[in-house]
């Protein structure tokens, strides 16, 4: 029987952003908050395929290699709560163009091989702390890391000895 990998299009956080990000949020969220996602795992899902077969993987990985797209540079500089699915977020206050193109795009094509997307619009973010409390403060403006972008990532969601992790499958360079 052909194993299937539970798949997502994201865009990889650079190592440096990460780590600041993490030390930032040490200093902006009590530890009672809510339960912080390691640094590894951070990053901002374009499009979330779910449970794919090999050759699904396949044709979706063909679909992302012809994407002609330039870079863009991304600023994450606002935050906020999601009560009902108790999640603190991180991300653009304006996302730009190249930005909502590629998640746009990456979502079509996910649909058109039969991973249903979500019916929501878009909100690109980082995902900073899961079962949040439900009424957290949040950090007062003027915050905000900016780094270029210049690919994006298919990632396989392992889940192993009780934690998630994030392993790369193949990587695409934007033009």
Known sequence: MPQSKRLFFALELPKAVQQRIVRWRAEQFPYEAGRPIAAANLHITLAFLGEVSEEKQRILAAQASRITQPGFTLCLDDAGHWPRSRVVWLGPRQAPRG????????????????????????????TLLRNAQPRVALPPPGFGWEFPVEDFVLYESLFDQGRTRYRPVDRWQLK
């Open 99 to 126: 930005l909502l193109q590629l998640a746009n795009l990456l979502r079509a094509q996910a649909a058109r091989s039969g991973c249903a997307q979500s019916p929501q619009p878009f909100h690109p973010h980082v």
